[in-house]
Structures are given as structure tokens and as C-alpha cells.
T-cell receptor, first 113, second 109 residues
Framework: NAGVTQTPKFRVLKTGQSMTLLCAQD?????MYWYRQDPGMGLRLIHY???????AKGEVPDGYNVSRLKKQNFLLGLESAAPSQTSVYFC????????????FGQGTRLTVV | AQRVTQPEKLLSVFKGAPVELKCNYS??????LFWYVQYSRQRLQLLLR??SRESIKGFTADLNKGETSFHLKKPFAQEEDSAMYYC???????????FGTGTRLQVFP
């Protein structure tokens, strides 16, 4: 039972490069989230999705784009990476938004130089 | 605005001491509160939720709507409790899961 899987686990980018982070879940969850974790700032919501084909902005969406073409996958894109996007990125999924447990991936450590 | 505040970045105690990790929230309507924990080298996982009124690993948390708080408590801390703890908020008025800034708990032997 894989749960939530993030790819890749580590990545170093140069400023201006682009990349896509992949999140896959095998629990048939409707909701999926992308967070970034920074020291002293906790987990901040970047974008989220309430179902296949839908996306919405979170607290810190600038510089990121997302897509949810398939229910099981939620992609996070950085079109032109900046050093301020150096962070640990977490994906999560849940059955719904009301009193349901969110399951997290193992995280992706991204460094932009 | 929906918000979760965890005022302490770091809480250090000795084994056997009581622990209280503070969480305050701002939410219009009936909130749903959670505590998530991240042990070293592990992914975040749910510790407990207010609606279950359960005790997990000796931890309890009571929702106080008057004080808009959901503090996490344990009467006797153990070394294995050392971890990062996040308070989180959701509810029927939102489809987001909002986290606080987290509190690192260090339990010394």
C-alpha cells in the first residue's frame, strides 16, 4: 500500500530553470494539496484540488502552477525557479475536507542556486 | 480569516515532565481541529482530532471555543515524543487544510 508518493525526493535547480514535482496517491482521494515547509513558517498551502480537473490557490501560489488531469496525480510546476523557492515540498491527500485525515508524502527537498 | 497560531517554536522539557503545546485558531463557524506530528526522518501523520475525543500515545487535546484554543497535553513526556508538532484547521466553511507554524518538542533524558 503505497499511499502518497512524491517524485523526486531531492533536486537542485539553477535559477530560471523549470521543473515539475509529481504527487501520486492510490487511495482514491478527492482532495490533494501542495505545501511548502520552511523553518519558522510551518506548512504553507501553495495550491490544492478538490477533485479531478479542479485546482485552487492556497496561501502562497505565486511562482507555481498545478494540474490535476487524473484523480490520482497532482503536479506542481515551477516555470522559472528562484532561490526563494528553496524549500521542502509536501504533497497530501484526503477523502474530503470535513473531518478527514490527510495523508502526506515523504517530501521533496528542492534547492535553487 | 482562517488562521492557526502556535506561539512556541521550541519547547524543551525533561522526561517525565508535563507538556502543553499551545494552539489558537481563528475561524468563522464550527472548526475542525487536528494535531499532526512529524518524527525525525518520517512523514507527517495525524496524531489526533478534536471530534474523536481520544487519547493517542498519552496525548489529549480539548477544543475550547470560548478561548479559540486546541492545546495538546501530555502529563508525562517521553523521549520518543521528541518531534515537530503541527496544529491544523479545517471545517465546512472551507475546503482547505490550514497548518500552524509548528512547535518542536525536545524531551531530554
Amino acid at each position: 500500500n503505497a499511499g502518497v508518493t512524491q517524485t523526486p525526493k531531492f533536486r537542485v535547480l539553477k535559477t530560471g530553470q523549470s521543473m515539475t514535482l509529481l504527487c501520486a496517491q492510490d487511495m482514491n482521494h478527492e482532495y490533494m494539496y501542495w505545501y511548502r515547509q520552511d523553518p519558522g513558517m510551518g506548512l504553507r498551502l501553495i495550491h490544492y484540488s478538490v477533485g479531478e480537473g479542479t485546482t485552487a490557490k492556497g496561501e502562497v501560489p505565486d511562482g507555481y502552477n498545478v494540474s490535476r488531469l487524473k484523480k490520482q496525480n497532482f503536479l506542481l510546476g515551477l516555470e522559472s525557479a528562484a532561490p526563494s523557492q528553496t524549500s521542502v515540498y509536501f504533497c497530501a491527500s484526503s477523502y474530503g475536507a470535513v473531518n478527514t485525515e490527510a495523508f502526506f508524502g515523504q517530501g521533496t527537498r528542492l534547492t535553487v542556486v | 480569516a482562517q488562521r492557526v497560531t502556535q506561539p512556541e517554536k521550541l519547547l524543551s522539557v525533561f522526561k517525565g515532565a508535563p507538556v502543553e503545546l499551545k494552539c489558537n485558531y481563528s475561524y468563522s463557524g464550527s472548526p475542525e481541529l487536528f494535531w499532526y506530528v512529524q518524527y525525525s526522518r518520517q512523514r507527517l501523520q495525524l496524531l489526533l482530532r478534536h471530534i474523536s475525543r481520544e487519547s493517542i500515545k498519552g496525548f489529549t487535546a480539548d477544543l475550547n471555543k470560548g478561548e479559540t484554543s486546541f492545546h495538546l497535553k501530555k502529563p508525562f513526556a517521553q523521549e520518543e515524543d521528541s518531534a515537530m508538532y503541527y496544529c491544523a484547521l479545517s471545517g465546512r466553511n472551507t475546503d482547505k487544510l490550514i497548518f500552524g507554524t509548528g512547535t518542536r518538542l525536545q524531551v531530554f533524558p
